[in-house]
C-alpha cells in the first residue's frame, strides 16, 4: 500500500496545468475574479457554448478549480469530476440531476444526519419518495427496487454506524435492475478506495474531510466514473441518445450546476490542492493511530464496545480488507454506560477537541445522537438508530501516547 501512496503522491505532485502560467508558477494561481474576457464576439459564443474549453463566469467553471478538479480525477480514476460547495451540495446536486417526482431512493436509514434529512424530508417536498431498507441484505435490497427507483444509495462506511456493505453486490442488483449505485466515499479516500474496481457508478464526498489537509475549507466533489448505461434511466434517457454514458456528466456540468450556483470557490481549490499534497501522508499517519486506539480502547475501563472496520474483532473487518485494504480510516465510535458518562469524559479531555467534522488534523470527538441528530424528533431518533451511549472520535495527526494518555485521564 505504501508503494501505490507513493505513486498517487507522484502523480498530485508533478500534475500539469491545462495551460502554461505566464510566469512559471508551479502552483496554479487562485483565479478569484468572477469574469473572463475574450478578444472576439466569435470567441465569446464558442465559449458560452462549450466548444472551446475556455472559461466564461467563475459560477460555470474557474481555472483554479478545474486544475484541483483535474487532480482528482487522475488519482480517483474517475472520468469526470466536479468541485462544489460543500459534501452536502454534492448530494443535493447528484439527486437533483437524476430524481423526478414520483421517483424513490433506495436506500439506509443508518445515514449521516444531513443526508437523513435531505433525503427524508427536503426531497418528499419534491415528489420524490426515499425507501428505507438494510443495505446489508442484498435480498431485501433487491426486493425494494421497482421501476421508478432512480438510485441506490450508500455509504462506503456508515457515519456513525460503522457499517460496511458489499459494494459489489449491491452493484449487480442495482445494475440488474437497470439503476446505478451511488457512494458517498468520504470515509476512506484514494488510493485505499477504488470505486470503479467495486461496481459504483458515482461518487459523492466531502472534500473538507481528508482532502482539505486540515480542515481548511468547506468543499464537495461528484466524481462520474461513467459506467452506468443513463438510456435507461427515466430523467436521463433522453439525452443519453446522444450522450451516452456521458449523460450524467452532460446534465450536471451544463444545468444542473449553473442553475443551482454550488460551482467550488477558487480560494476553496487552491487550499484543497495543497491539501491533495500531503494526503496520503496524512491518511497513513491518522488511520495508523487510529487503529492503535481502537485496540486500547477495547480494554479501557468502562468502555462496553469499540467499531473500528480496521480490528480483527469487528463484524466487517474481512469485506473492509477487501474494499478499503489494511486501514479503513481514522474515525472510531466507542460506547460507555450512557449519555452521561459520555459528556463527563468530553468534558474532561484536555489533548481532543470537543467539535464536529471528521478527518481534521486534530483529533475530535463528538456525541452524535444529541448534536448531529439532536433536532430530529423522537421518531425519527428512532429510525437512524444512534445510540445515546455512542462516542465518535476522528483521529488526527497527534502522538498516539498523547491522545491515550488524554483519555485516560478523562476516564478516572
Known amino acids: 500500500m505504501k508503494e501505490e501512496q507513493k505513486d498517487v503522491s507522484t502523480v498530485i505532485l508533478n500534475q500539469r496545468f491545462h495551460l502554461k502560467d505566464v510566469h512559471g508558477s508551479i502552483s496554479m494561481p487562485v483565479y478569484a475574479g468572477a469574469a473572463f474576457e475574450f478578444d472576439t464576439a466569435e470567441a465569446m459564443e464558442q465559449a458560452f457554448l462549450g466548444k472551446s474549453g475556455m472559461h466564461t463566469y467563475s459560477r460555470i467553471s474557474n481555472p483554479t478549480v478545474e486544475a484541483f478538479e483535474e487532480r482528482v480525477k487522475q488519482i480517483s480514476g474517475a472520468e469526470h469530476v466536479l ?3 460543500s459534501g452536502m451540495a454534492a448530494i443535493s446536486d447528484t439527486f437533483l440531476n437524476i430524481a423526478y417526482a414520483g421517483s ?17 424530508i427536503t426531497l418528499k417536498a419534491f415528489g420524490v419518495e426515499v425507501r428505507f431498507c438494510d ?10 427496487i421497482d421501476d421508478n427507483t432512480c438510485a441506490v444509495f450508500t455509504e462506503i462506511i456508515t457515519n456513525p454506524h460503522m457499517e460496511v456493505a458489499d459494494l459489489k453486490a449491491l452493484s449487480e442488483i442495482a445494475h440488474k435492475k437497470n439503476v446505478p449505485l451511488i457512494a458517498d466515499s468520504t470515509l476512506v479516500t484514494w488510493p485505499q478506495f477504488n470505486g470503479n474496481r467495486l461496481g ?8 473538507t474531510k481528508y482532502v482539505s489537509g486540515g480542515a481548511t475549507s468547506i468543499g464537495g466533489l461528484i466524481l462520474d ?9 427515466p430523467r436521463l434517457g433522453e439525452l443519453a441518445k446522444t450522450t451516452g454514458k456521458t449523460a450524467f456528466t452532460v446534465k450536471l456540468r451544463g444545468e444542473i450546476s449553473r442553475n443551482l450556483g454550488a460551482y467550488m470557490a477558487p480560494q476553496t481549490a487552491h487550499l484543497q490542492s495543497l491539501g491533495l499534497e500531503t494526503l496520503a501522508l496524512r491518511f497513513e499517519r491518522s488511520s495508523h493511530t487510529c487503529k492503535k486506539l481502537a485496540e486500547f480502547l477495547q480494554t479501557a475501563p468502562g468502555v462496553q464496545n469499540v467499531n473500528y472496520n480496521g480490528l480483527p474483532t469487528d463484524r466487517f473487518y474481512k ?25 463527563q469524559l468530553m ?3 484536555q489533548v481532543i477537541r470537543r467539535a464536529t467534522n471528521i478527518y481534521d488534523n486534530k483529533s475530535l470527538i463528538i456525541h452524535p445522537l444529541s448534536t448531529i441528530y439532536g433536532t430530529l424528533s423522537d421518531e425519527l431518533k428512532k429510525m437512524v438508530c444512534v445510540p445515546a451511549n455512542m462516542l465518535r472520535l476522528s483521529v488526527g495527526l497527534e502522538n498516539f501516547e498523547d491522545l491515550k494518555a488524554d483519555i485516560l485521564q478523562a476516564m478516572k
Open 319 to 343: 469485506l473492509s480488507c477487501e474494499q478499503f485494504g489494511e486501514y479503513p480510516g481514522s474515525m472510531l465510535t466507542f460506547a460507555l454506560k450512557d449519555q452521561t458518562a459520555c459528556f
Open 225 to 233: 466514473h461513467q459506467t452506468f448505461d443513463w438510456s435507461k434511466s
Open 200 to 207: 459504483v457508478d458515482i461518487e459523492v464526498v466531502s472534500s
Open 347 to 349: 468534558n474532561k479531555l
Open 104 to 120: 424513490n431512493i433506495v436506500t439506509t436509514s443508518h445515514l449521516f444526519g444531513n443526508t437523513f434529512s435531505l433525503f427524508y
Open 135 to 144: 443495505m446489508l441484505n442484498p435480498a431485501e435490497v433487491d426486493a425494494t
Open 83 to 85: 468541485a462544489v460547495a
